[in-house]
């Protein structure tokens, strides 16, 4: 994103953000939002599918065997020999993030970043194994399905969980300061018990992924899965090119 775009894009979220308090709900479908915004002025400065922040990757939509971003690794608190590569703009905002809960006395851990396909495969292979097809496909994400192949998503947790994945984050200190304050540093928690209807899996709090500031303040502010939230700007930018001459 251009500076142009991206000051035009923190100007749009401002409007939403005064927009949202008076129509959003937990649940709302994107035609529904489209619906409630009908007559504002505001416009998408560029169409939200050039945006490689905004990438959707899920079951549904599958990212390569040859697909390999640009990713470096952030100089963040990490679980001894983890791999926490990501694209550089996502690294940066990580950097910025742990600092900001160091600062408040709280020791985040980069647990997972970059995975390739074939490591997924290896990963979604064990937990088939261990769990069985349909378990598996809840925790787990096949290879093509997962966002840590982007290297935009970063699993988190803390030395009082002895850097493991689990549930308990989200009742632990260090995982309510994320679910409060990562959007301000561009990310979302990707995963809701309540949306599993929508993005297939279980909750998962220790799972940020990176949409950048503007983007990631309008998800959490209406609180609906990114699946919904690109349908929606997809459909603004549809909308908005037809309104255009």
Known sequence: MTKKQMIAMILLSLLILVWIPAYADVGTTAEEL???CQGSTFRLPADPATDP???LVNRNILLTTSYHPNVITPNVSKKPHAEIDLQP?????LEAMFLAA???GLELVAVSGYRSYRKQS??????LERNGQE????????PGAS???LGLAMDLSSQSLDHELTSKFARKAEGKWVQEHCAEYGFIIRYKDSWTDVTGYQGEPWHIRYVGVPHALLIEKLDIPFETYCEFLA???QQQAVQEP
Request: charged share 25%.
């Open 34 to 36: 489209l619906a409630q």
């Open 53 to 55: 922040m905004l990438m």
């Open 89 to 93: 703009e996502a690294a940066a905002a």
């Open 102 to 104: 160091q600062a408040e």
């Open 122 to 127: 290896t990963l979604y292979a064990r937990s």
């Open 135 to 142: 378990k598996a496909d809840r925790m787990s994400a096949r």
């Open 147 to 149: 966002e840590h192949q």
């Open 235 to 237: 459909l603004v930018w």
